[in-house]
């Protein structure tokens, strides 16, 4: 499905945003930055090469009939994606909803807004010794 390259690959989809440019943080643990707006560009895509890690937004959309956010696309395609892992950024208000998606979907890690950048760093920094000791 994907091929892999020798750089790390990730993944930023920021469909309303509203949080500070994590960019330079990315950049700096030595991804290769990818931003996408659109979640169907997003995982049209991952077609090309498997991201390591994919940062996305719950956003809670009450109006979609048969499923809660975009994110539920994202998540069913990296199901099949075993070396890929998912940081999703959520509002608290929508927690509950989250969490059911959660249960159902693979989410490596959530970060309830405000993201602040030293929490992220962590997680991306315990994501990269959990796949070196995969890879061991």
Do not use: W
Request: with cysteine; hydrophobic share 40%.
């Amino acid at each position: 499905m994907c091929s892999q390259e020798a750089s790390k690959l990730l993944l930023s989809i920021i469909e309303l945003g509203g949080y500070p440019n994590f960019r330079p943080l990315y950049e700096s643990l030595g991804y290769e930055v990818v931003i996408e707006t659109r979640m169907r560009k997003a995982i049209a895509g991952m077609r090309g090469r498997c991201p390591d890690v994919i940062v996305a937004e719950f956003n809670f959309q009450s109006d979609f009939r048969d499923r809660t956010s975009s994110l539920e696309s994202l998540l069913a395609v990296v199901q099949r994606l075993p070396e890929t892992r998912v940081i999703v950024f959520y509002e608290e208000e929508f927690y509950p909803q989250f969490e059911r998606l959660r249960e159902r979907l693979p989410i490596h890690h959530a970060l309830c807004f405000p993201v602040q950048e030293q929490n992220l760093r962590e997680v991306l920094l315990g994501l990269a010794k959990q796949g070196a000791a995969r890879t061991n």
